[in-house]
């Protein structure tokens, strides 16, 4: 499946039944059925989902982004040097802007056809294109820190920010106390890339 043949519908569209969404995993399922639109009122996040054209109640995928940032100085120089290994040094930021990908959600009548792949894809091409309205450097995932998912942000180009779980609650100002277990892990793209070869090599 293409996502080029489905269409891409804001939260919001009238014709949506966002509760026969399905994904899976109940706290994405939770956010677009319940949270996606104050979150956006809000202004905390824009969710949008492809849907098939004849039949666009039925959603097939859903996503939200959202501005963020990577404060270097908060990075361990090694993680410094990693995260922005093709940044020219003397355009070196205090911080990398960045688009963050949440609740990235394919129905499970949809999955394993590509379509998180294409999703993830298409999310950098938006972000970098000549008319994206802001600089964004980086693409972000908070992914779930399951080996499976890991597994499959990785073969999409993304990479952990950190290697250890105790680096990331540092940089995250993570209370294990106060805020339990850490269950997500950050993970970064260069998107770069996608407009010049490297200059590392
Ligand atoms: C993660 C997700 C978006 C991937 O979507 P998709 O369209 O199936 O992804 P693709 O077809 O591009 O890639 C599939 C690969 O992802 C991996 N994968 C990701 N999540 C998986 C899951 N829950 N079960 C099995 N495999 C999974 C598999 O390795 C699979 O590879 P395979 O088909 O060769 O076995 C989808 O599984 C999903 O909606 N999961 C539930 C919600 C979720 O966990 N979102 C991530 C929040 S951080």
Redesign the pocket.
Known sequence: MNILDLKLVPQGAPELNIQAFD???KS?NDFFHNEAHDYQEELFGKTYYWVIPERPMDIV?GFTVANASIFTKRLPNARQKKIGFEVHHEKGLINYPSILL???????K???????????EFVMQWFTSPDNKSGCRHLI????D?P??L???Q??GLNLFFSSVEQEMEYRNWDKEKDGALE?RLMFRDMILLKRPSIRR
């Open positions: 994904c899976g995993r994405v995928a949440a609740q990235l959600g394919v129905d499970i949809y999955k394993g056809l590509n379509l998180g792949q294409q999703i993830i995932v908070d992914a779930y399951e499976h998912l597994d499959f942000y073969r999409n997500t």
